[in-house]
């Protein structure tokens, strides 16, 4: 089985500030990792996700994540963040033999203040 | 192509009330999921399918019941509502044939429960 640990609640920040969103994962078996985002009211996109190869993999929209195997980890950092940025952010974990059964984290409110 | 569709957008039962909550998709994605969502606790899996006439139970599966008869369909049924079901419903889709392993959501239903 497997589960994800999002340390941060919520995270305010000023706009153009760098920001990292913390995810922790534990599992007995090998995994795909993914990061979706979800604005006000709607439903949940893909902002990225991590199968194999590059640890390091990043958004369109100048998000990134690194998948640390050691560490079990795969924190989101944005460099700088806008205003536009404000939402809730889900880690998400599935095993590779079951991609249909996404374990999420509980989310973590990005709040960007100007 | 619409992806993902759900029907309702919103909804309000009395205790006790059945319901069914309609998801589509147009993608002929053979996996097909509903979850919930409730503050602080994520998205949590209650039922999963992953083709026509093949269901299973996920995390909270209690007080739901599912059905696939097409690929295209999968609709969720709670057939006597209690308040804790109140929640956010979203439905997924995905597919293993093209290897990009993801998810994709429909817009979600709000349901309450009084």
């Known amino acids: 089985a497997q589960s994800v640990t999002q340390l941060d609640s919520q995270v305010p920040v000023f706009e153009e500030a760098p920001v990292e969103l913390r995810c922790n994962y534990s599992?007995?078996?090998?995994?795909?990792l993914f990061w979706y985002v979800q604005y006000p009211n709607q439903g949940l996109q893909l902002l990225l996700k991590?199968?194999?190869?590059?640890?390091l993999v990043e958004s369109i929209n100048g998000f990134e994540a690194e998948f640390n195997k050691s560490q079990t980890s795969f924190h989101l950092r944005k460099p700088s963040v806008h205003i536009s940025d404000t939402a809730e952010y889900f880690c998400?974990?599935?095993?590779?033999?079951?991609?249909?059964?996404?374990?999420f984290g509980s989310g973590t409110r990005l709040l960007v203040r100007p | 192509n619409a992806g993902v569709t759900q029907t309702p957008k919103f909804q309000v039962l009395k205790t006790g009330q059945s319901m069914t909550l309609q998801c589509a998709q147009d993608?002929?994605?053979?996996?097909m999921s509903w979850y919930r969502q409730d503050p602080g606790m994520g998205l949590r899996l209650i039922h999963y399918?992953?083709?026509?006439?093949?269901?299973d139970q996920g995390e909270v599966p209690n007080g739901y019941n599912v059905s696939r008869s097409t690929t295209e369909d999968f609709p969720l049924r709670l057939l006597s509502a209690a308040p804790s079901q109140t929640s956010v419903y979203f439905c997924?889709?995905?597919?293993?044939?093209?290897?990009?392993?993801?998810?994709?959501f429909g817009p979600g239903t709000r349901l309450t429960v009084t």
């Open positions: 997924a889709s995905s597919t293993p044939r093209t290897g990009r392993r993801e998810q994709y």
């Open positions: 599992s007995s078996v090998s995994v795909y």
């Open positions: 991590y199968l194999s190869g590059s640890t």
């Open positions: 998400a974990v599935t095993s590779m033999d079951s991609s249909y059964k996404l374990i």
């Open positions: 993608m002929n994605h053979e996996y």
């Open positions: 399918s992953v083709g026509a006439g093949i269901t």
